[in-house]
């Protein structure tokens, strides 16, 4: 099994940054991609940024210019820079690993548990 432990949510103002961590630890053959997404109350979950293997980045287009994704491969974590946050950014960010436990095991997604990020005044 494949646990994923989140860190660095909170409360910031407008205008504010945050940065989001996400390691992932067990039985880890290797991870493919990597992402963040989040789900606001009363809304389904959506796709914040992603960044594969070979660092290759894709943004929603609300983030995109002021959030960025990055890897270490070498910690097996995955991070969310994120700049001028806006109240809309309010929500649970949860981090996504899709990954492979052993050469013998298919590829299988893992979730955390997510983080609270809230932007208020």
């Known amino acids: 099994q494949v646990q994923l432990e989140e860190s660095g949510g909170g409360l910031v103002q407008p205008g504010g940054s945050l940065r989001l961590s996400c390691t992932a630890s067990g039985s880890i053959y290797r991870l493919y991609d990597m992402g963040w997404y989040r789900q606001a109350r009363g809304k389904q979950r959506e796709l914040v940024a992603t960044?594969?293997?070979?660092?290759?980045?894709n943004y929603e287009d609300s983030v995109n210019g002021r959030f960025t994704i990055s890897r270490d491969s070498a910690k097996n974590t995955v991070y969310l820079q994120m700049n001028s946050l806006k109240p809309e950014d309010t929500a649970v960010y949860y981090c996504h690993v899709n990954c492979q436990r052993a050469l013998v095991y298919s590829r299988r997604d893992f979730w955390g548990q997510g983080t609270q990020v809230t932007v208020s005044s």
């Open positions: 960044i594969t293997s070979g660092g290759t980045t």
